[in-house]
Each structure stands twice: as structure tokens, then as C-alpha cells.
């Protein structure tokens, strides 16, 4: 299929990309049912390491075997499937080539003490990307975490790296700190500071949580109160989100969190097409559904972005 307008549109914010990273980027734009919209619907399942097996897949068995999730991104005509090592190589083969992959090169995980900084590990490569055929590295940061300041060094080494060797970069901007509450985990301004950061460091791909009304920081309130920025809705929170990121020039995914209801699911979608978001990266609120459920709400989802 030649390439969209649109996509050739969004390819002309990357300014100062090489062909190899935009060769990527139309990888996944131009995939699956949403290929050349613009849109996208990814499907992550790192949360084995950061949440442990029994807790990711036990309430849908057939979830152990990554396979599983190759097939499902591939019959639901997603954009991509992102995963850590051990889950993309266990399936490398068997589907090299049929659907761009994200390799997830830093984790976490639950074990570990909850005083401890927020951090990750680097568990992968970019060579190992390259070797397996990926579209682009995932990279977790923490903005707020004491720990933060490392993670961004080793994004923006790795970042230089995959950009040289043609792998795009997703960046997961969560923030997480010691000074942090949840509710200022996912307030609007704390959420659109870590989705620019991101856009700092380089990402190509941006994904966040989707935001709450909750400004969290004081000095940012007066400048939300005083500029009157629409919070009031999440479609308009989300419109604020992407214009953080380099004024909307940059591929903003919005995650799905924890299991939820259906509605909330394909509501939370509506609001991310609304405000101009570019799709949802959503695990959980699939993978640990029956198969047929979350083809059938794939299905909705990629029906909603489709929309103009």
C-alpha cells in the first residue's frame, strides 16, 4: 500500500530523523486495520515482569504462551506488539515479519522493596532489537523518581544508538517519585510534564496514562488557572497532553492501565480520538479477556479510530 497523506504528513514533524527511523515509524503507521490513518492500537505485554505471571495471566491461561499475543495482535490488525527479550524471541520466528515489534529494553518488578527509588533495569539491547527485525525500543523513565536523572542518561544513549542503527524509540513517560502521590501520578499537569520530557529525550512514539482534573503541582495551578486550560473533560485533557509534546508534533499513545469494564474502555478511546491522540497501547484490558471478548473489543476500538 502506498503511503497515506497522512502519514507522510506526520513523517514531516521528524524533521531530523534518518530514512532507517522513519522507514519504522511507517512500519507500524502503515499496519493492520488502521494502517495509513495516522492511528494506532499496540498491544504491550511486559506485565509479566513488572506484575508477575499469576497476577498477568492466570484469569486467561492461554496468555502464558507469547505466541498467544503474536496471534492476537495479528488477527485484531493492530499497529504493533511490544514485549521485553525473552517473549518476542520466544516467537520470533514464527512470525518474523507479520507484524512490527517493540522491544521493551528496561523493567521493573514487584519484588523489589517498596521504599526502594523507582527505577528499571536495561534488560535488552538495541542489537537485540535489530536481530529479532524490531520496528523500535521501549524505554520506561520515571519523571519524579530520585532515580530519574540516570534513566534519562541511558535513554538518551540508547535513543542515539537505535537512531543510528535505524530503530525507532517509544518512550513509556511514567512519573513515579518519592514526592509523588497517586493522585499526583496521573494529574494533568504532572502527566503532560512527563509526556514532554519525553519528546526531550528524543522519543518517536510517546505513551502515557491518560490524565486526571487533578493539577498537582502549585506553581503549575496558577498558570492553569490563570491561562484558563480546559481540564474539564478527558478529551480535553488529552488535547493538552499532545500538544505538550512539541505542540502535536510528536505520536502520543494513551495506555489502558488496569482491567476494566468494557465501557470505560471504548469511552476512554472515544476521548483519545477526540482530542487528537494517536491510539492506545492497551494490554491488560485485552490479553486478560477470553479471546473472542477482546477481539470483539479491538474490534470497537479500531472502528472508533477510524472515524474522522
Known amino acids: ?8 504528513s506526520i513523517l514531516r514533524n521528524y524533521e531530523g530523523e534518518t530514512p ?8 507500524m503507521l502503515m499496519q493492520g486495520r488502521l494502517g495509513g490513518t495516522g492511528r494506532m492500537v499496540i498491544l504491550p505485554v511486559d506485565q509479566g515482569f513488572e506484575h508477575g505471571p499469576a497476577r498477568s495471566f492466570a484469569v486467561n491461561p ?5 505466541h498467544y499475543h503474536y496471534q492476537l495482535a495479528l488477527d485484531a490488525g493492530l499497529s504493533a506488539y511490544a514485549a ?24 521493573a518488578n514487584s519484588l523489589l522493596p517498596s521504599n526502594m527509588p523507582k527505577t528499571q533495569a536495561i534488560t535488552a539491547t538495541v542489537d537485540d532489537a535489530l536481530r529479532l ?38 518512550i513509556w513517560s511514567y512519573p513515579r517519585g518519592e514526592d509523588l502521590d497517586s493522585k499526583g501520578e496521573t494529574a494533568v499537569d504532572v502527566t503532560a510534564y512527563a509526556a514532554h520530557i519525553a519528546a526531550l529525550l528524543g522519543a518517536h512514539v510517546i505513551k502515557v496514562k491518560l490524565p486526571s482534573d487533578h493539577v498537582s503541582q502549585a506553581e503549575a495551578k496558577k498558570v492553569y488557572d490563570a491561562q484558563k486550560i480546559d481540564v474539564s473533560s478527558q478529551a480535553a485533557r488529552v488535547r493538552h497532553v499532545v500538544q505538550a509534546c512539541l505542540g502535536g508534533r510528536r505520536i502520543v499513545v494513551f495506555s489502558g492501565g488496569a482491567a476494566k469494564g ?5 469511552q476512554d ?40
Do not use: H, W
Not at 1 to 6: E, G
Not at 149 to 168: Q, S
Not at 270 to 294: H, K, L, T, W, Y
Open 269 to 308: 478511546a472515544r476521548d483519545i480520538q477526540a482530542g487528537g491522540g494517536n491510539g492506545s497501547i492497551i494490554g491488560r484490558n485485552v490479553f486478560q479477556r477470553p479471546r473472542a471478548e477482546a477481539l470483539a473489543l479491538l474490534d470497537q476500538l479500531v472502528s472508533i479510530y477510524k472515524q474522522r
Open 62 to 66: 492461554a496468555a502464558y504462551d507469547p
Open 84 to 107: 521485553p527479550l525473552g517473549p518476542l524471541e520466544a516467537g520470533a520466528d514464527t512470525f518474523a515479519g507479520q507484524i512490527p515489534l517493540i522491544l521493551k529494553v528496561n523493567s
Open 133 to 170: 527485525g524490531c520496528a523500535a525500543i521501549g524505554f520506561t523513565i520515571y519523571p519524579g523518581s530520585s532515580m530519574s536523572l540516570e534513566m534519562f542518561e541511558d535513554i538518551a544513549e540508547m535513543r542515539k544508538e537505535a537512531a543510528l542503527k535505524g530503530v525507532a524509540t517509544v
Open 1 to 8: 500500500m502506498p503511503i497515506t497523506s497522512t502519514v507522510q
Open 20 to 27: 532507517g527511523v522513519k522507514a519504522q515509524l511507517v512500519r
Open 262 to 266: 468494557e465501557d470505560s474502555v471504548i
